[in-house]
Every structure is written in structure tokens, then in C-alpha cells.
């Protein structure tokens, strides 16, 4: 679910954090190019092209500049107008790329927020060595029921989306029977902000956190704490997942991003490597998450009187 990442403008942006924006704009530019192109080989203007198609003049401005991403209808009617009906399949090839890409959050969960539950457990089974850094959530594979349902409610708070959250659980619980599978290798690295931020009542905390702690102790499962003492070498700018060597998944507010360039695969693998690296684990680890739990104990207790 979108982990909250807090818009800001792109030229403050660590290095990081512009490479998987960047490609996307790129993407949408290089199909607002080819839109213009079109448009003049047809000898037509702007205003011309706009009107038609009864569209607004500021319309095929936005498509050709990359402001607005265009819908399947509008790359058919465009190439019907540019007399250009043969570039049609290419250029919805072009579009569905950069939807995948970046898959807008109101698009995805349109349907509810099961079906999109069940398209990452497709993905998860493709999958054999998951890599997950998260600074402000608990990983989706790591939930208890309880702490996905807090999370789902955020999203349908934000999203309007149609709410299914029962069948949602039950979907993402689902998904965690991989975690059993001896083929399949996961590495987590969470902040210790991530174990103390209050994004659901104390008492369902508490039980993710001795959840935590059991997860650790699969054999096929690292997980790794970076307490609040420790000094980074690379910022906790936002959580991403690395899927094999062939997908970067990054949430965002608005969006979930799939990157799947080569050099920003081997980008978001060194900046994992770089906070893994300075991550505590084993007893070092349960340390940290025990910590956390004797903090929070005492506000449950009295919440119980």
C-alpha cells in the first residue's frame, strides 16, 4: 500500500529518488514527441488538430508536452485525425509500457484493493529473492491481519475505493505462505521509525512487533533493524523493493512505480546494500524490536485498567 512518501519537488530530491521519477517523465515525454510528430507530418496545427476533435486546444499541448497522460481513445482518435492509423498499435504499446510504470493508485484499486492483492501474489510467485527496505511501514509480507486492516482503511480513506477490506486480509495473510517456501529468499531491512510510528492502535502494534520477532527466526528470512543510534552512509529517503535483478517497486502517494532499467536496478541494489549494511540482526536485531515492545507495553497495560 502507498507507504506515504511526501511529495516535494523534484530538484530537492536525493539521487536516489529522481532516477525512477525521471524515467517515467521521460517515457511520457518521448510519447508526447512522437504524438507532435505525427501532427505536423499531417500538416496540422494545435488549434487544428484540437478542434477536430472537439478537444480543448490546451489539451493536445498537454499530451504533446508531457503534462497529461493519454487515454487509449484519445492515441486512436489522434491517429485517425493524422491520417497516421498504422502507428496506432505501436503507440498503445507505448502507453500501456508507461502505465505499468507508473500505475496511478485511484487507477489500480478502481476495483477494490483484493484484486490488486492478487496481482502482487502473481508477481510474488514469479519471484525467488525478494529485497525490501522500508523506513515508515511494516512490509506486507510481514503484517498480522490486524495491522494490514489499519492499512487498508487508510487507503480507502484516501482513495474513495470501494471497500472490500475483508476480503483484502485475507488476500494479503494469503500471500505470506511464501514465506514458507525453502526456494524462495527474502532480506528485510526496516528503520527502527518504522516499529514506532503510530499508524494503529498500541495493543495491534505490539502483536505485529512479536510477529516481527518470530518471522526472524524462519531460516529463509533476514531481517535486519537499523536502530536509531545508527549513522547511515545512504539517507532512509523512502522504502522500495528490489524483485530478482528485474524490478524496482517504489510507492508514492499518488502512484506505484515499476522501474526496470538496468541502471536503476543497479542503482536501488547498492543503495540496499548500503543499508543493509549497516542494519543489526540476529539477537542484535530482536534487541531493538524488544526495545520498542517494552516501551509500548506499559501503554497498553494502562489502556487495559
Not at 514458507?180 to 495491534?204: D, N
Request: include cysteine; proline fraction near 5%.
Amino acid at each position: 500500500m502507498p507507504p506515504g512518501i511526501t511529495p516535494c519537488d523534484e530538484t530537492t530530491l536525493p539521487p536516489n529518488r529522481i532516477t525512477g521519477v525521471t524515467s517515467v517523465h521521460e517515457a511520457r515525454n518521448a510519447l508526447g514527441k512522437r504524438l507532435r510528430e505525427l501532427r505536423q507530418q499531417a500538416d496540422l496545427n494545435g488549434r487544428q488538430l484540437a478542434e477536430s476533435l472537439s478537444w480543448p486546444s490546451s489539451k493536445v499541448s498537454k499530451l504533446e508536452n508531457g503534462r497529461q497522460t493519454p487515454s487509449d481513445e484519445d492515441i486512436r482518435a489522434w491517429t485517425r485525425a493524422t491520417n497516421s492509423d498504422g502507428e496506432t498499435e505501436a503507440l498503445l504499446a507505448s502507453l500501456h509500457t508507461l502505465e505499468v510504470q507508473h500505475a496511478e493508485w485511484r487507477r489500480v484499486l478502481r476495483a477494490g484493493l483484493k484484486p490488486h492483492q492478487q496481482e502482487i501474489a502473481e508477481l510474488d510467485a514469479k519471484t525467488r529473492f525478494f529485497r525490501a527496505f522500508e523506513s515508515t511501514f511494516i512490509p506486507g509480507l510481514l503484517q498480522t491481519a490486524e495491522y494490514a486492516r489499519a492499512r487498508f482503511v487508510q487507503s480507502i480513506t484516501v482513495f474513495k475505493v470501494r471497500n472490500d477490506i475483508d476480503e483484502a486480509v485475507k488476500a494479503r495473510i494469503q500471500r505470506q505462505e511464501i514465506l514458507y517456501r525453502p526456494a524462495k529468499r527474502f532480506h528485510f531491512v526496516l528503520t527502527e521509525a518504522a516499529l514506532r510510528y503510530r499508524l494503529c492502535p498500541p495493543e495491534i502494534m505490539l502483536g505485529q512487533l512479536d510477529r516481527l520477532v518470530s518471522f526472524s527466526a524462519l531460516p529463509n528470512v533476514k531481517l535486519g533493524i537499523i536502530g536509531f543510534e545508527t549513522a547511515y552512509v545512504v539517507a532512509p529517503a523512502h522504502g522500495f523493493w528490489l524483485l530478482d535483478n528485474d524490478r524496482v517497486v517504489v510507492e508514492t502517494f499518488s502512484a506505484e512505480l515499476n522501474l526496470a532499467q538496468p541502471q536503476e536496478i543497479s542503482l536501488y541494489g547498492g543503495i540496499f546494500d548500503s543499508l543493509a549494511a549497516v542494519a543489526s540482526y540476529g539477537r542484535s536485531a530482536r534487541s531493538i524490536i524488544n526495545r520498542v515492545i517494552d516501551d509500548l507495553a506499559p501503554e497498553v497495560s494502562r489502556d487495559g485498567d
